[in-house]
């Protein structure tokens, strides 16, 4: 079977236009991709930006409130007491009874309410 003229020319144009549209749908496709990826780096950057921003700011706040407080003489006051008695605690014993109360403490109080709050366990210690 030959082809006219007319259908080998209809064919060849068919032919060329889906080429030309597989090209085009291609391109736009890679292009797609690329655009999108670099919106998403651009966003992700974004957020790091502010996410250090926010880190920076918290440090800054929490310096500023170590400067201010270190300043305060109710806080200097309240740090040498508890220094002193810190000292006074390591120079003093510990009567027998008062580790037997806490012993007793733990093991009857404290520990059963522990194993209670646990998901799925117990705690198996004995203070003794």
Sequence with gaps: MTMSAKSRFTTIMVLTA???MLLVGAIAWVEGRNSLKKAEFT???????AKARQIENYFDTMNDQVVLLSEDRTIISAMVQLSRGFRLLGLSTVPPE??????DYYNENF????????????VNYDLA
């Design 111 to 122: 520990i059963p309410k522990l194993s209670n709050n646990l998901m799925g366990g117990s």
């Design 18 to 20: 889906s080429i030309a």
């Design 98 to 103: 008062y580790d037997a109360t806490l012993r």
């Design 43 to 49: 966003h992700l950057t974004g957020v790091r930006v």
